[in-house]
Every structure is written in structure tokens, then in C-alpha cells.
């Protein structure tokens, strides 16, 4: 079913490390951000701030693109995965 919601764009895959991924509403429902992945557990944080907006408008300029956008994911540890 949820491979079904990505192809009709209703969802997007939000990769995680490994066999494991999370799926959220696309950005026309939800907004957009980018997500901060823990390597270890998993955790996602939504990040709303994007300073690629800018840049992502340059680059549309410059090779004459329209309806251009983009998706990130920063990975690492989180706080709990760090503790000893």
C-alpha cells in the first residue's frame, strides 16, 4: 500500500539507515523541511529551516528550470545513541 501512496506522490520515503525506512506525507500536504536521521535508532527530527532555497532558485535560473525542488537528509547520532 505504501509503495502504491509513493507512486501517486501522496507519500514520500524518508530513507533511514539499513532495511528500515519511514514514510511521511508528500511536502504539498505537509510543508516543506528536511530530517536529521539517528544512524542507530532511527529517530527522525524535522528540520524546518532550508537554506537551499536560495541556491535552489539560482539553480533554476541559471539552467532554465521550472518546478524545481529537492529533499535532504543529514545523518548521525542522536544524544541517547552517544551515551555510554
Do not use: W
Not at 527522525?44 to 537528509?73: K, P, W
Amino acid at each position: 500500500n505504501l509503495a502504491v501512496l509513493e507512486s501517486a506522490g501522496v507519500v514520500v520515503k524518508v530513507l533511514t539507515n539499513g532495511d528500515r525506512a519511514a514514510f511521511e506525507l508528500a511536502e504539498e500536504m505537509k510543508g516543506h523541511h528536511h530530517h536529521l536521521v539517528c544512524t542507530q535508532c532511527a529517530r527522525i527530527i524535522e528540520l524546518d529551516d532550508c537554506f537551499l532555497n536560495d541556491f535552489q532558485d539560482q539553480l533554476a535560473r541559471r539552467h532554465g528550470y521550472t518546478q524545481i525542488s529537492h529533499r535532504m537528509e543529514f545523518f548521525g547520532l542522536c544524544p541517547s545513541c552517544q551515551a555510554p
